[in-house]
Nanobody
Framework: VQLQAFGGGLVQPGGSLRLSCAAS????????VGWFRQAPGKEREFVTT????????VAADSVKGRFTISKDSAKNTVYLQMNSLKPEDTAVYYC??????????????????WGQGTLVTVSS
């Protein structure tokens, strides 16, 4: 599975942005698809994940109520809608796909495939 993440950019605090993660080579069927982020000088951090079949989701406390993950089966694409953005949300955002069980979703090791990352900058 090849993943391509896009949609990043510069946004003011309080603004919104939607990231997309598209798969090529095969369907997301049977996978959990998630988003991680990495700020300069920090470790990669779990954001949120969705199970392609069934739609179960898990999100980090830091983004609950602000970020929403969703999927479009027809487009084989996962979206990350980010609202009420804060400067501390600034990071490179990566999408990933794996077959791990739900308890492992916050761990990068649960994912076999990674996109190239897209930069989100929240600044006035």
């Amino acid at each position: 599975v090849q993943l391509q993440a896009f949609g990043g950019g510069l946004v003011q605090p309080g603004g919104s942005l939607r990231l997309s993660c598209a798969a090529s080579g095969r369907s997301f069927s049977g996978y959990a698809v998630g988003w991680f982020r990495q700020a300069p000088g920090k470790e990669r951090e779990f954001v949120t994940t969705i199970r392609w079949s069934g739609g179960n989701t898990v999100a980090a406390d830091s983004v609950k109520g602000r970020f929403t993950i969703s999927k479009d089966s027809a487009k084989n694409t996962v979206y990350l809608q980010m609202n009420s953005l804060k400067p501390e949300d600034t990071a490179v955002y990566y999408c990933a796909a794996g077959r791990g069980i739900i308890s492992t979703w916050p761990q990068p090791s649960a994912y076999n495939y990674w996109g190239q990352g897209t930069l989100v900058t929240v600044s006035s």
